[in-house]
C-alpha cells in the first residue's frame, strides 16, 4: 500500500488524539503552572532580600534615602505636591 492509500482509508473524524493527547497536554499544563507558581515566589524572596540589602545600607551610611526604591534619594516625594 502506498501513502495515497493509506490516507484514503482513513477517515479524518476517526483520527484523533483522544484521552492520552489530552491527558498529556493537561499534565504539562499543570506543571507549568506550578514552575511559574514557584518562579514567582523565588523572585519576590530575591526582591525582598535585595530591599532589606537596601535597608542596611542605608542605615549603616547614614542616609535618609532608606526605601525611595527605583526612584533614587533624588526624586521628589509624592506626598510634597500635595
Known sequence: ??????YAAVDPADVSPGL???LTVFLIALACIGLFRSLTSKLRNV???QALLDAEEAAASGSPAAGTGERGADAPDATAAR
Do not use: D, V
Not at 500500500?1 to 493509506?6: F, G, Q, R
Open 1 to 6: 500500500m502506498t501513502s495515497a492509500a493509506l
Open 47 to 49: 526582591n525582598h532580600r
Open 20 to 22: 492520552l493527547g489530552f
